[in-house]
């Protein structure tokens, strides 16, 4: 199994694809970070809430808040995962390996390294653009751990969101339907269902575990960190079952 | 490479059937492939070649019949690249891709030793185009590097569906001597194409199907020889000759060029019985059947062997 996710890990590498979604991811996280810190010190800011980053709390938030790497990563694992479909290497890739089960499961864990990986620089960027700006402001926060423990967090949400994102493109095959449905899921389905029934967003692939990675605390009370966990690994386990049930009764 | 007496078949089709809602793709067909052997899968657009093909390396479900490649179905080979090289038309490359990375991702997922990408390379004229995007390539160039991803493994058994398509003339004479020297080696290949003149000159062994159904599988001078051989004739007195000949028991047809074709006498024969007439002849020759007549009397209905 190592060599079959060094392969996938080789064919994401191999194409240019990785660099324009690390180019995105890294642009708009940092325009993020950087129109929070501006706007955090007007009073106009501050009148609807939003602090000037003077704790290592604010700076843990900040992280979060200002992380728009999730869409690149969706983007970026289905895209890899449909690839092999849009462009025929699938016939190449079940040859070497007829397993199909093993090949999607290589692709998952892949599509998560890569995730972890995009995550956690783009989080880390953040905090140091953080520090750059507060430093330049005459200002400093000291970087505590639990800092580092939302660079990581930040990295275990996108690798979560790569590995379902492999899974539903694998069972979709189309790459504009998967990334339309996994974009559309995230900013709209997600969203809309759970201001229509708050209850829902408990069990939503990505609402429903923000617990376990630091975004959110209304499902944390429900589930625990590890409770958030668990539903992570069950949609994780769902979509790829769903990807490899479907793929091994279909023809390439 | 070369099997021992009495083994299986390197490729073996048992009553293999595909069927996509109603219609019926490849209907019952069994056939098999021997070591040592170049076999030419021929039929018409549309018989089922590739569909045969892709169930026979695991990439297709049979509805039902079984494949098995070197006493197994592929699936269940160990290392599957090592054992059968395929080059299908339905085998893609990522355009973004250079033909070395390509390999190398083969290289990887098959198990097999990096340093056989270079090899295989030079070996299909690809040296010079390895850093090259796939996206780039002509038709020719991703024929040879689909070949060259099946040669990666150093298989003994090659399914190849039309790999002449787009080669330049000296690519094709390359490829059939690697087939033929393939073979002689002990190498099994299945290898479809249009080009039936190039099968007749490398092919031991044809399989012909249509609409999915073995029509014959036979070595390749069995079934060029089987409508017989005839005698075409040209002269200023066919009805006198053709007298002569039914006499002597043979039969004749006339052309629309006015030439004799003339059957179940001999050549030596046919100008013997001219001569005890007196009848002057302007040709004689023997109209040697060739592969491609033998495919269309086979596949075409209503057309002469």
């Given at each position: 199994m190592i060599e079959l996710v060094r392969a996938e890990l080789l064919k994401v590498r191999s194409t240019r694809l990785w660099i324009g979604m690390a180019i995105g991811a890294v642009a708009l996280t940092g325009v993020s970070t950087i129109l929070f810190l501006a706007l955090s010190n007007s009073a106009n800011a501050q009148a609807n809430g939003v602090h000037p980053i003077v704790t290592t709390d604010d700076l843990r938030s900040l992280v979060f808040q200002a992380s728009g790497t999730?869409?690149?990563?969706?983007?970026?694992?289905?895209?890899?995962?449909?690839?092999?479909?849009?462009?025929?290497?699938?016939?190449?890739?079940y040859l070497a390996v007829p397993s199909r089960a093993r090949v999607i499961s290589a692709k998952t864990i892949a599509g998560a390294i890569v995730g972890l990986l995009y995550g956690m620089a783009a989080a880390a960027m953040t905090v140091v653009i953080a520090v750059i700006w507060l430093a330049v402001d005459g200002r400093s926060?000291?970087?505590?751990?639990?800092?580092?423990?939302?660079?990581?967090?930040?990295?275990?949400?996108?690798?979560?969101?790569a590995a379902l994102a492999v899974g539903v493109g694998a069972a979709l095959r189309s790459q504009l339907v998967a990334i339309l449905g996994l974009l559309g899921w995230l900013f709209i389905v997600e969203p809309l269902?759970?201001?229509?029934?708050?209850?829902s967003a408990t069990f939503m692939p990505f609402a429903g575990v923000s617990g376990a990675f630091g975004h959110a605390t209304e499902t944390a009370a429900?589930?625990?960190?590890?409770?958030?966990?668990?539903?992570?690994?069950?949609?994780?386990?769902?979509?790829w079952a769903s990807a490899v049930s479907l793929e091994r009764t279909r023809d390439v | 490479m070369s099997s021992p007496p009495g083994a299986a078949p390197a490729i073996e089709a048992s009553?293999?059937?595909?069927?996509?809602?109603?219609?019926?793709?490849?209907?019952?067909?069994?056939?098999?492939?021997?070591?040592g052997s170049v076999t030419g899968f021929l039929g018409p657009n549309g018989a089922g070649k590739t569909t045969t093909m892709r169930m026979l390396l695991g990439l297709a479900h049979p509805t039902s019949g079984s494949a098995r490649v070197l006493g197994r179905p592929y699936e269940q080979l160990e290392r599957p690249l090592a054992a059968v090289g395929a080059a299908l038309e339905t085998t893609g490359f990522h355009p973004g891709r250079t033909a070395r990375?390509?390999?190398?991702?083969?290289?990887?997922?098959?198990?097999?030793?990096?340093?056989?990408?270079?090899?295989?390379?030079?070996?299909?004229?690809?040296?010079?185009?390895?850093?090259?995007?796939?996206?780039?390539?002509?038709?020719?160039?991703?024929?040879?590097?689909?070949?060259?991803?099946?040669?990666?493994?150093?298989?003994?058994?090659?399914v190849l569906d039309e790999p002449?398509?787009?080669?330049?003339?000296?690519?094709?004479?390359?490829?059939?001597?690697?087939?033929?020297?393939?073979?002689?080696?002990?190498?099994?290949v299945l290898v479809s194409s249009h080009l039936l003149t190039e099968v007749a000159e490398v092919a031991d062994r044809v399989v012909v199907i249509d609409r999915g159904k073995l029509l014959a599988e036979d070595s390749v001078d069995a079934l060029v020889n089987a409508g017989g051989e005839s005698v075409i004739v040209r002269t200023p007195d066919?009805?006198?000759?053709?007298?002569?000949?039914?006499?002597?028991?043979?039969?004749v047809e006339v052309g629309t060029d006015g030439a004799l074709s003339i059957r179940a006498i001999s050549i030596e024969r046919v100008g013997e019985l001219a001569a005890s007439r007196g009848v002057v002849l302007h040709e004689l020759r023997r109209d040697t059947a060739t592969l491609e007549q033998a495919f269309l009397a086979l596949t075409t209905p209503g057309m002469p062997g």
């Open positions: 999730l869409a690149f990563v969706l983007v970026l694992a289905a895209t890899t995962a449909t690839a092999e479909f849009r462009y025929g290497t699938a016939s190449g890739t926060v000291p970087v505590g751990a639990s800092v580092i423990g939302a660079i990581g967090q930040e990295g275990l949400r996108c690798a979560y969101g269902g759970t201001a229509l029934v708050p209850r429900l589930f625990g960190w590890a409770g958030s966990l668990a539903l992570a690994a069950v949609w994780v386990a769902s979509v | 009553a293999l059937t595909k069927r996509f809602r109603s219609t019926v793709a490849v209907d019952g067909l069994t056939f098999s492939v021997p070591h990375s390509h390999l190398r991702v083969l290289c990887v997922e098959g198990g097999l030793p990096a340093d056989r990408v270079d090899p295989v390379l030079e070996r299909t004229g690809m040296s010079a185009f390895a850093t090259v995007k796939v996206g780039e390539y002509s038709l020719g160039m991703r024929q040879r590097l689909a070949f060259a991803s099946a040669l990666l493994g150093d298989p003994s058994v090659l002449a398509n787009g080669l330049d003339p000296a690519g094709v004479a390359w490829l059939r001597g690697f087939l033929r020297r393939f073979a002689d080696d002990g190498g099994a066919p009805d006198g000759l053709a007298a002569a000949v039914r006499d002597a028991g043979g039969s």
